[in-house]
C-alpha cells in the first residue's frame, strides 16, 4: 500500500493529553510543555491540530477527566476526534476527516506510549499514512507493578523500534520537536 492517492498534506494529531490520563505519566509538565511547542510550530505553518480524546475508563466526553490539559488549548476550530479504542482509527471519524483535509503524512505525539500511542501508529502505516512519532513528545504512566519495563525504557523503545519500522511505499520515522521542519500548507 502506498500513501493516500492525491493526497499531500500533514496534520499533527495530539493522542489523549487529558487530565484523566495524563496525570501521572512520567515527566508529564515536560512533555506537555514539548507538545505545546510542537502544536505552536504546526499552528505556524497552518498544519492542523487534531485532538483526540479517549472516553474510557471514566473519561466521558465533557468531564473534568476528558479534558484536555489545561497548559493546551485546542483552538476553536481544531478537530477533536473522542475514541474508545487504543488504535485513534478504530470505530471513529478519524479517516474521514484525513481525506476531507487530504492528508498522507501525520506526526504522533500524546500518551500512553505504551498503548495508544503504539496502536495509533500501526494503524496509521497500515492504512496507508507516512507516520512521524514526535520523539520528545510522548509519555506513559509507570506500570512497572505489574511487569512492565520503566517508563523511560518503554519510551526509548518506541523510538527504537519505530525508527526501524518499514512498509512499502510508506515513511516511518522519529523526529524530535525541534528537528521538525512543516512545510506552511495552503490556508484553508
Known amino acids: ?66 479534558q484536555v490539559v489545561p497548559e493546551l488549548a485546542p483552538a476553536d476550530d481544531e478537530l477533536r476526534v473522542d475514541k474508545s479504542y487504543g488504535d485513534c482509527f478504530e470505530d471513529t471519524e478519524l479517516e474521514m476527516l484525513l481525506t476531507q483535509l487530504e492528508v498522507s503524512r ?44 520503566a517508563t523511560e525504557a518503554v519510551i526509548r523503545h518506541t523510538n527504537l523500534y519505530w525508527q526501524h519500522t518499514t512498509a512499502p511505499g510508506r515513511i516511518a520515522a522519529v523526529i524530535p520537536t525541534d528537528d521538525i521542519e512543516f512545510a506552511t500548507q495552503p490556508a484553508r
Do not use: F
Not at 494503524?123 to 507493578?145: F, I, P, Q
Open 1 to 66: 500500500m502506498t500513501s493516500p492517492v492525491n493526497q499531500s498534506n500533514s496534520v499533527v494529531i495530539i493522542v489523549d493529553v487529558q487530565n484523566g490520563v495524563v496525570a501521572d505519566a512520567y515527566r508529564r509538565d515536560d512533555v506537555v510543555a514539548t507538545i505545546g511547542r510542537l502544536v505552536d510550530k504546526a499552528r505556524a505553518a497552518r498544519i492542523p491540530v487534531l485532538w483526540i480524546q479517549d472516553v474510557g475508563e471514566g473519561r466521558a466526553h465533557g468531564t473534568e477527566s476528558w
Open 106 to 149: 501525520l506526526y504522533i505525539a500524546g500518551a500512553q506510549t505504551d498503548a495508544c500511542i503504539r496502536s495509533t501508529l500501526h494503524g496509521s502505516l497500515v492504512r496507508g499514512y507516512d507516520t512521524v512519532l514526535v520523539a520528545d513528545a510522548h509519555t506513559t504512566e509507570d506500570l512497572s507493578e505489574w511487569g512492565a519495563p
